[in-house]
């Protein structure tokens, strides 16, 4: 529904309606524009210009393919096959994403040493990745405890991997 090039393009106001209608998928579909505008603390015109960045024809058309995604993703049944691993590489294969990337690249090619650290099962991630890294020449480490100190390793141009599978460690 929403695309990373969209995304990309978004400035606060669009990023807060943004994160308001994905946490409240379940409400949005049944608000007005008003409702909707009255909860965010924007303008009507707000929401109606959001919709039409978006490529919907008025609000009316957003709430509609908001309700059709909601309940796709409540039928919505993992795959056996490897299609949803071919979606992801098709949705990274942009030149907006290669963008965002490139620094990214650049800082890695230069580093002396490449630190991956993560806790449980992104902690075996990060051995594996420095290992991968280590057997195309880099010098790399992985770690398993997130409050290793790092700065420790007092050479220049280290780069540093957090990695967390579930996304959801404060650590």
Do not use: W
């Not at 620094?103 to 002396?112: I, K, S, V």
Request: hydrophobic share 35%.
């Amino acid at each position: 529904m929403f695309s990373y090039e969209q995304l990309e393009k978004y400035n606060e106001t669009d990023v807060e309606i943004y994160r308001y209608v994905i946490n409240n998928m379940d409400r949005v579909g049944y608000m007005s524009i008003r409702e909707l505008a009255h909860e965010l603390h924007v303008s009507t015109s707000t929401i109606l210009r959001f919709c039409l960045k978006n490529g919907f024809e008025g609000y009316r058309d957003f709430k509609r393919a908001l309700k059709s995604e909601q309940q796709q993703l409540s039928t919505y049944e993992p795959k056996s096959d490897v299609s949803e691993l071919a979606h992801f590489f098709a949705k990274t294969n942009s030149s907006a994403y290669e963008r965002k990337l490139m620094p990214a690249l650049t800082y890695l090619r230069r580093a002396t040493l490449v630190i991956f650290v993560g806790i449980g099962s992104s902690g075996s991630l990060a051995r594996y990745a420095a290992r991968c890294f280590t057997n195309a020449g880099k010098v790399a480490f992985g770690l398993e405890d997130s409050n290793y100190p790092v700065n420790t390793f007092e050479i220049h141009d280290t780069v540093v991997f957090a990695l967390s599978e579930s996304g959801e460690t404060q650590n």
